[in-house]
């Protein structure tokens, strides 16, 4: 969370001439109810539930560029669907840089306790070897800007379809 999947998920697409999904948009979209009323009505395992069924129906889109939610690779179904379905892109970030995007968001769940800041990097910890199992690029996203990121990445899937 915070590493600019939305963001940069978004204006690679618009780069690539392709539709873009946010997973978790997806979801809100189909529950017609935010993350944290999903996370307060059924706890993270269903919402976590929800996000499998709606990745394995959104993986079968051809041509998308989709974000995924930070825990979607929990699942190891779910990390099967991503191998499978398509290039996966890991946009790396230290915790304390995820820490300064996210530090005013009231919109996640997993940070509503007492220390958001050592909550996220506990989290890190816990996915980030997920993260690269399942990642075919690893893409640093810590200093560089919002159109160069994209124009690497741009870039390294020109170069993997050659």
């Known amino acids: 969370m915070g590493a600019g999947k939305t963001t940069i998920g978004r204006a690679l697409a618009r780069a690539m001439n ?24 059924e706890g993270e395992e ?9 990745l394995e129906e959104v993986a079968q889109i051809d041509g998308i560029v989709l974000a995924t939610g930070g825990g979607a690779v929990l699942r190891e179904a779910n990390r099967a669907i991503l191998r499978r379905r398509g290039i996966v892109i890991y946009l790396k970030a230290s915790a304390d840089e995820l820490y300064r995007r996210v530090a005013k968001d009231r919109n996640r769940p ?44 741009h870039n390294l899937l020109q170069k993997n379809q050659e």
Do not use: W
């Open 110 to 153: 997993l940070l509503a306790t007492p220390n958001p800041k050592a909550r996220i990097a506990e989290l890190l910890a816990q996915r980030e070897s997920l993260y690269e199992s399942v990642a075919d690029l690893t893409i640093e996203t810590g200093s560089g800007s919002i159109p160069s990121v994209v124009k690497t990445i």
């Open 18 to 41: 392709r539709d873009f999904l946010d997973l978790d948009h997806e979801i809100v979209g189909r529950c017609g109810v935010s993350i944290p009323v999903i996370f307060d009505i």
């Open 46 to 54: 269903g919402f976590r539930n929800r996000e499998s069924m709606v």
